[in-house]
């Protein structure tokens, strides 16, 4: 036998050895079973081309019958794989989708997924509580506390389909009790987020009906105290305006419901953790999933609670299970390193982008934005670098007195400030939606401003 | 070299070619990577061991800090592993929960999992409809005609979480609204479910009102048609008889919500689709996925499927993105033989457990079940064997008039007759709960038969 076959027949052997425990301990030890198919559909789906503007998804539609699945393009793209940009496309900036946290979960992308199986938690209830997962309440609690944004102690919690059912039943718990004279008057300080009419309006209860303004109520708060109650709804950081907000009305026939959506390290300073006896929280504006429908309320008095979850029971019946377990799944992840990473991500993205913003629209004359005074942030221990979710633009020039149509000529989709009570020489735009989408406004805001610029030359 | 040396260098060989096509084919093939630690995180706290009498869920409790997920037992069992029984533990035969379709999900356990990334739909909407997702409306339809049970054709569709709140939406949509007399009374024919009167009231709206069993208003209909205005709850098959059922009330000034969620095989026979200008469906007792709080409407007119959808946006902004990606995979799976092996396993077993409970209560003289007569099911092409949902007890004897205490002595929760809006002579048992929990009920009843024997003896 030469040398050669020997060596050839070591390297052999060598090869088996490879081979064999590579087969039996390194796949083994990864082997998997009944989630392999979902897993590798998941990962199939994901790995379609749509050209940095657009994304497959497992439910969206097919190609053909049995083909691969269609790209969903951004807004203002098209094309199969979403390369074609779409001209004289307006800039949407109208909305709160969070999608600017979505480059977050891609770039987290193998710790948070999910995978369910047919089989999960079918029936209605939890075993510890009728609707909410006790391990979502842990990690719920522990991402306030690591925030430092509200104190959790003593205080009852709820959790609804988005933090729009919360409102609905926050009405409906504050309103629905014998100390309170009927119908109880529902206001918010102007500007306010238009969905808090719509909701005290639609179910022409007589419990409770919308009275608009909370500030035209102010003066007489004290004579009217014993002929009218009140649900003032404080949203702060306030949607539109992003400021920080305190109530307006007191006295004992006035009930405060917090609207704590934007009240998260991206968007505000957290000087201090808020502790009211109402406090409303969504995921959506937290993590960035909108289309989830989660959100919770922290509620200190029993029996606000007990009517909160009478209504959320006989609404919904609770809050879907696959919902519960993703949050729950995506929750762990943020607080790995106690929500450092999103966070700082979320702030530097809003951040930056109200910057550029600024920056541009500071060389007019005919707009301004809202200011903020610099405010310390205990979470990201720094004075808060300005990070509001949405601009409130003001169009100064008395001719620009229906500011949406100046911008909608512009190929800008802007609010109206009549949705929110006030003139409409205001426009809300988003700072939230996808970096094409900003991109595209900035662009667009760009042009607006320069054109000025020439004119006044 | 020798020729035993020659055989193991082949054999060596072999063993190379064989390792080196499955290391670069078959394992290449089946590479995972961001999918991978979901999916192992699935598989291991699935395989946790809780002696066939409950499970581990991912979203569970865990034993210790870092440790296996725990064991959720089903009712009447306990111990780390669900192997104890624990003594004098009541039979169960309350609420809804579908868990008797568990199994079959278990059978499907690889096609019927799904994984979702967590980058996965965060936007508020889709890109065709607001709040539906297009591939999840076809396979609904098909469900639909499949089965055979309502006709699709030139109705709109809205999804809501849970049918629960498609019922709240049907409320509002057909009461807010010029042309009827206000407010519009609220009705359903004895014994109705419970929940329609919950609903009916606590909103304390203008619009609407509960007035009860619609048997009452039958008779003076037409003095009242020009006076008051109607919208009858028609729930076919019934909850809590299951028998098939039609409007009580007729003419112009009434309105009729069909409540289906029942009219499916494994529960009724199909005699034909329905028609219905509004038809209400849930997931929850098709596939038995309550607590993913899904379920639909089919709507004729226009104007109310916008109402609906104003409400349904108002309320939730739409359903759980989740919820629906999970639904669409669920629905393939049971799509794939038209849904043969899922209506013919859920029509097995309420039918089997139908029989069983017939065969005790047929002894006693104390004690009757509702009666069916045959009626041929057109998916199942045969006579449908009864298979109620529900079992409607009544106790014969008139010393039995609170007939839920009778059973509660003898260890057995039942719903009573008054939440149904008839004498508490009458109890609700459910059919549908886990193997666990129906054998027990069916000990306890066949304890107090015998009883009840050995008394006349």
Known sequence: MSSFSNALYVVSLLFNLFFFFNFFLVRHH?????????????????????????????????????????????LCYGGPDCSEILPSCPANADGGDPLYLEPYWMQHEASSAVTISGWHRMSYSFPESAFLSAELTKQILKLHTSVGNAITEGKFIVFGVGSTQLLHASLYALSDDDRLLKPVNVVARAPYY????????????????????????????????????????????NNPDSNLREPVLQGSNVKIMYDHAYYWPHYSAIPA??????????????????????????????????????YLKLNTLGVSHETQVRALELLKVVLEDEGKALFEFG???????????????????????????????????????????????????????????????????????????????????????????????????????????????
Not at 367 to 380: G, H, I
């Open 30 to 74: 990864g082997m998997l079973t009944w989630t392999r198919k979902s897993a590798e559909e998941a990962e199939e789906v994901a790995s379609i081309y749509c050209s940095g503007h657009g994304k497959a998804y497992l439910d969206g539609g097919l190609v053909s019958q049995g083909g691969k699945h269609v790209c969903e393009c951004s």
């Open 194 to 237: 238009p969905m808090y009419q719509a909701h005290a309006s639609m179910f022409k209860s007589r419990n409770f009906e919308w009275q608009g303004d909370a500030s035209l109520w102010k003066n007489n708060i004290s004579n009217l105290n014993s002929t009218k109650s009140f649900i003032e709804i404080v949203t702060s950081p």
């Open 273 to 310: 953790p808020v502790n009211e006896e109402l406090m409303i929280f969504t995921l959506s504006k937290i993590m960035g999933h909108a289309g989830s429908r989660f959100g919770w309320a922290l509620i200190k008095d029993a029996m606000v609670y007990e009517r909160m979850t009478t």
């Open 347 to 457: 702030h530097k993205a809003i951040a930056d982008r109200w910057e550029k913003l600024n920056k541009i629209i500071s060389q007019s004359k005919r707009f301004s934005l809202q200011k903020f005074s610099p405010q310390y942030c205990t979470y990201l221990q720094d004075v808060h670098r300005p990070s509001p979710a949405y601009a409130w633009l003001k169009c100064e020039m008395e001719e620009y007195q229906e500011c949406h149509k100046v911008l909608e000529a512009a190929g800008i989709i802007g609010r109206p400030g009549g949705f929110f009570g006030v003139e409409d020489s205001y426009v809300r735009l988003t700072l939230l939606r996808s970096d094409d989408d900003f991109n595209l406004l900035l662009q667009r805001l760009e042009n607006l401003v320069s054109k000025e610029l020439i004119d006044i030359i």
